[in-house]
């Protein structure tokens, strides 16, 4: 599936999308509310993700120091996955995250914003959408864009299953501890 957005709304659409994210039950997330902290975000999704990793059995190691594209890597057995942490946003039915970075640097680029992709740098983008209160772990080889990137949790209104990138395929769950119910317990 294409991960590329949706058709650009209207501006009374518009409008009306900005009050009900004014409204939010997370004030945080939102630009124009005083309490909007990108950094505050992003360290909230990271520990979102760290805990869901650990919870679903994963050996979670974390850089000394933030010099790298990815923020987490997974210890599988000796093979090592690296993780781009990134906040998603639930619209219109699915989640929406940017597999991109922008990178504005007066030497650099002039103060041009550069969007780049992580190709070759990261093996997955764990996404934490607050509205869902869910944590997905998707291949980068499954992001096909640099734009937006969705994971559809309804259905969409136009019936398409084709070609759609369903967030319960990537949804980290945790280990189920196992049964009590057949196991023998040691006598007291």
């Not at 869910?134 to 070609?163: F, G, M, S, W």
């Amino acid at each position: 599936m294409s991960c590329e957005g949706f058709t650009s709304t209207g501006r009374a659409q518009r409008s009306q999308e900005r009050k009900l994210r004014m409204e939010s039950p997370f004030p945080w997330l939102v630009r124009d509310n005083p309490c909007y902290d990108p950094n505050r975000i992003g360290a909230i999704s990271q520990a979102k993700i760290m805990t869901a990793l650990v919870e679903a059995g994963k050996v979670v190691l974390t850089p000394y120091v933030n010099v790298r594209a990815y923020d987490l890597v997974i210890d599988e057995e000796g093979r090592f996955f690296r993780v781009q942490c990134k906040t998603g946003r639930l619209s219109r039915g699915a989640v929406a995250f940017r597999p991109h970075r922008l990178r504005a640097a007066r030497r650099e680029t002039g103060w041009i914003r550069r969007r780049t992709n992580y190709k070759g740098e990261v093996d997955y983008f764990g996404v934490y959408c607050p509205e869902t209160d869910a944590v997905y772990l998707v291949p980068i080889e499954d992001v096909t864009t640099t734009a937006l990137c969705y994971l559809r949790v309804t259905p969409a209104k136009n019936n398409q299953e084709k070609k759609v990138r369903w967030a319960k395929d990537y949804v980290l769950l945790p280990l189920q501890p196992p049964s009590l119910a057949n196991a023998k317990l040691p006598l007291q």
